[in-house]
């Protein structure tokens, strides 16, 4: 029944009234006076006499008579009860009004309504009499839904007639049968001839409707088309049986150009709800305090079709206090701006068809059938597919191609993939229409150059056009014009991207070169070739995936004097440019073939150059450089040199990748303020960035594989906003002390810096940075804080001769020791030792400190250490820590971090005393040093985040050689016989004799 409702403005019942009553009580009086005086006013109305009644169940047909009935009247008198037959059709009549378009009204026919709704009196009586003869489950069930059914009815809305009371009964009968045939008269409005896929939409602002107890506004929109209008007509035919008043406004949009045309829909409103003719509010304002009046109080339905002005709202329907309670109002709109605005909560997006409902409905209007032979299959997917589920652009293109044969249908979709059926195009176009001009501009750049594109990389293009963006696209969103998506990227729907470019195109249907937008290959190529160019072109977007050539004389951008946009992707040209015009924001050309921009171009507002694998040689951008946001030369080969860009205060992103020759770039460029992107990988020639940078709104700096940069610049002040840096693959060999002043730094990838051993202490100083030193390892964190004292170059790398820093985390007041460099004299000496020591690894015990005693002076000592990497081919960031006690005192912590990259490593680094001096009133004084290898790395567990943690390992061994020079034998002991190593049966050589002892533990 609801699939009928929805196509047919018929009246889809066979009964208008249905009669529920207890013959034996009224049927040759009430009834019967009631029945003739319906049938008298025309109104179809089923009365049962008793001939389709049998035993105590309903008939199929009487079932049918109660579903096909758009009102049931339900008499109650005083014995209506004592006919289960009775209580067995008010059930069955209280489960249809459930489905759409079915009211019910009672008649308390000399009988209260609270005895049926209580069950007191004669209803109570019956009711135990029918109980007492249950004895099942089942019939116990039956009753309880007699019950239920008794008091629902009796809280519906009706009448009630008592003998003995002023109003006679014929007159009574006549109220009712005026009331029945008012509401009868409310005919549903036709929705559609294939009303196809309306079902879900339908249920959909169903959904939104709530309970009824309080006044609700539900809006469709979406793009036009789009079948919102046939929602609400769909919706309002299931409803408006329910309500005291009902309007459907059709067309504000249209019926409020002139200026009288909304008085003319406030006395409609009116007319219709209140069921009154000839309402007259004569001026806007005078309307909305009328309609507020009458409408108070009462339960109306209101449609507000195609509304495109929130002040049409406004005067219509300014307030859920203009209505009754439970009254519904339903607004549609292309427009959802306008919808929030009047504070409408409750939305519906109107959606294309699936494919299938596509497909159906295309084939009922091009073949009156929903399915069609082999033959026209590829036909309806065709159309289909140019349609998008747009069902106007369904019903438009099918009904044109009714009748015609195979091939006409083909020939006429050839032409509407190329230019927009009319009908179609005018429908889609009021929406443009409906535009600001900002607006306008935004819609057609997108609808000719940018659907399917990430936002972020539009937005800029746009705002170089002169738009004012972020406003623009909310206004185009809400109109249903475009959409976003949840990945940040710009989609519109086909028929209207072929709207926007016809728009264009209209501009001047012969001459592409008089339109404001050039799109199609073939005629930016007519344009280039033939000089035929004017003032009237905008924006330029040429992508040469066919291999375009362009045999030109370089002259053609002469006369567009206001082109803004120039873009050109993947072409060749027989030559460069002569000349670029002045007014130009927006140059993206890649494969540019000239060695240098023509030297007459002076953009006064150039904002974006874009420029990758261009033959660029000389780059001289001082005339341009004062509104420059953007620089793009990756892959310029030939491109050695960079210029000063002290010039572009406004320049956020730099990118360089890939110019293989570059070997210059002005130290200009550490000092631009606005500068979030810099980067520059591949540039395998350039040797230095600049010698320092203060880059406050660097964000990313990328020198990722620049093979043969060797020195990083000093960094002068705080960056807080700087979030990644990447040197994987430099030449680097020092990072400088100032790396501390980036303070927002969160990655700092070293992967493949070769020279690069050590991390600058300050590094621990960056409290969120994780640092990346190895190809398919975790990050580092967790380094620790130090003191500013240094030894510089204090630890030796044994075979690389390369020095490390050591740091001291702590220093006693009292200290007397230093570290120092290892003696050069005894490289070679202790290299040959260590050697020896690989070969005895089974007689090395792994001990984590080593004891020993002297008196006077501290000796002077070799500390060594070898470490092995923990994890195989991995490289690693660790700390190298050994502490000195004096007594049980601790006189220092030194530590040294490194960057292991060798599976073995020994360090080496010399300790001797400053001052002679008596560390305690002892003679000997014992001391410990007591070795640790830390390592922070980052572990996953399971699916959980990657957590950090700082792990300690003992060293493989540790060596501790006491120099002959500068120390008295007699002075040092070693007591712990378990950490003296003997170097048993090893020759060692003839030099060693310089040192007193070796201990290895």
Partial sequence: MAQRSFSSSRNPWHYDVFLNFRGEDTRSQFAYNLYNSLRQKGIVTFFDDDGLRRGEDITPSLFKAIQNSMISIVVF?????????CLNELVKILECAKEEGRSIYPIFYEVDPSQVRHQTGTYAEALSKHEARFHTDADNEKAQKWRKALHEAANLSGWHFQHGSQQPEYEFIRKIVEEISEKINYIPLHVADNPIGLEYAVQGVKSLLGDGSDVNMVGIYGIGGIGKTTIARAVYNCLFWHFQGSCFLPDIRENTINKHGIVRLQEILLS??????????RDVNRGIQIIKRRLQQKKVLLVLDDVDKLQQLKVLAGGHDWFGSGSTIIITTRDKYLLDAHGVVNLYEAKPLNVEKAIELFNWHAFKKGKVGPAYTNISNRAVSYACGLPLALEVIGSHLFGKSLEQCSSAL????????????EILKVSYDGLEENEKGIFLDIACFFNTCELGNVTPILEAHGFYVEDGLRVLVDRSLIKIDSSGFVRMHDLILDTGREIVRQESTLEPGRRSRLWFNEDIVHVLEENTGSDKIEFIKLEGHNNIEVQWNGKAFREMKNLRILIIEDSTFSTGPKHLPNSLRVLDWSC????SLPSDFNPKRFEI????????????????LGSLSIINLEDCKFLTDLPSLREAPLLTTLRLDKCSNLVNIDESIGFLDKLCLLSAQECTKLKT???????????????????????????????????????????????PFSIRNFVGLELLSLKGCRRLYQLPDSISMIREVKVLVGYGHGTYQNFEELSSEVSASAMLIDGDDRYLDVYYSYISPNNG???????????????????????????????????????????????????????????MAMNFKFRVFINESMQFIALSNFIERDRETILWCDVEGKVEGVFSEQEWNKVEIVFELGFPMQRNRGNESATLSFLSAIPNW???GVYEEGNNKEDIEFKDPVSIFPLRNIQLPSSLPTSLYYVVV
């Fill in 414 to 425: 050839d032409k509407y993939e190329s230019i927009p059926h009319e009908k179609i195009h």
């Fill in 958 to 960: 540790t060596l501790i």
């Fill in 77 to 85: 008198s005083k014995n209506y009860a004592s006919s289960t037959y």
């Fill in 592 to 595: 540019y073939p000239s060695p």
């Fill in 817 to 875: 020791i230093q570290v120092c460099s290892p003696n050069p004299i005894m490289h070679s000496d202790f290299r040959l030792l260590f050697q020896q020591l690989r070969k005895k690894k089974k007689h090395v015990r792994r001990e984590s400190s080593i004891h020993f005693s002297f008196r006077n002076k501290f000796p002077k000592i070799a500390v060594c250490c070898k470490v092995s990497a923990v994890f195989w081919k991995s490289l």
């Fill in 272 to 281: 219709e709800t209140l069921k009154e003719e000839d309402i007259k509010v």
């Fill in 609 to 624: 150059l874009l420029m990758p694998e261009s033959c660029l040689q000389i780059f001289k951008p001082e005339k341009m």
């Fill in 689 to 735: 960035l600049a010698p320092c940078i203060m880059l406050t709104s660097l964000e990313t700096l990328d020198l990722r594989r620049c093979e043969s940069l060797e020195s990083f610049p000093e960094v002068l002040g705080k960056m807080e906003k700087i979030r990644k840096i990447y040197l994987d693959g430099t030449n680097i060999e020092k990072l």
